[in-house]
């Protein structure tokens, strides 16, 4: 069975800090991966996905994501955060009009 | 433009009160899904219609419903909520290409159960 998960719940940093948000995922087909991100009372948004191809993808706002085969993993990175990224951010894996998400790991940047 | 439309946004009804949350989009996605999301949690898969084809995910209590009468629009019946379905239920609508899907959500119905 698919799974996902995030293992940090809360992550708390200084402004121009560097951000990486752990996810991996259990699954042996083909998949699809992606983060959303929730900003504080708004609906998920996509950043970024991952179908095939160059593993390292970009998303919106600065974001970037890799995609590892060999680790399962597809970890979200920004270089510099901003006061503006703190929001709830969730890692999902998809095939088959199906969708998991993990449980979240929540983003809070000091001013 | 909004392209996954939840409405209302806010739905207050009493316990055992039959309610219906909808759905529109204007992506002519073929495939439409209705998930909870309690506070602080991920959001839960309750059941998706491919084209019109409806499939339930295998934990979904009976007391939740869903009817699509076309490609626009999915609807969200909860026959006798409980305390327990309070809850931000989110639309989400996807083009499935070959093995590649994205899902696009709607901004959410919050719904209080009294």
């Known amino acids: 069975a698919q799974s996902v998960s995030q293992h940090n719940h809360h992550v708390i940093l200084s402004e121009a800090a560097s951000l990486e948000l752990g996810c991996n995922y259990s699954?042996?087909?083909?998949?699809?991966l992606f983060w959303y991100v929730q900003y504080p009372g708004q609906h998920l948004q996509l950043l970024l996905k991952?179908?095939?191809?160059?593993?390292l993808v970009k998303g919106i706002k600065g974001f970037e994501a890799e995609f590892i085969k060999s680790k399962f993993s597809f970890n979200l990175r920004k270089p510099s955060v901003q006061w503006s990224d703190t929001a709830e951010y969730f890692c999902?894996?998809?095939?088959?009009?199906?969708?998991?998400f993990g449980s979240g790991t929540r983003l809070s940047i000091r001013p | 433009d909004a392209m996954v439309i939840q409405n209302p946004r806010y739905q207050v009804t009493q316990f055992g009160k039959p309610v219906t949350l909808s759905c529109s989009q204007t992506l002519n996605h073929n495939v439409m899904y209705w998930y909870q999301q309690k506070s602080s949690q991920a959001p839960k898969l309750l059941f998706h219609?491919?084209?019109?084809?409806?499939?339930n995910e295998a934990d979904t209590p009976d007391n939740f419903q869903s009817r699509r009468p076309n490609t626009s629009f999915c609807f969200l019946d909860i026959r006798s909520p409980g305390l327990g379905d309070a809850a931000m239920y989110l639309c989400?609508?996807?083009?499935?290409?070959?093995?590649?899907?994205?899902?696009?959500f709607g901004p959410g119905t919050r719904l209080l159960v009294l």
């Open positions: 999902a894996v998809g095939s088959a009009s199906k969708i998991i």
């Open positions: 699954y042996g087909g083909t998949v699809n």
């Open positions: 991952y179908f095939s191809g160059d593993p």
């Open positions: 989400a609508t996807s083009s499935v290409t070959g093995s590649q899907e994205t899902q696009y």
């Open positions: 219609y491919y084209d019109k084809d409806f499939n």
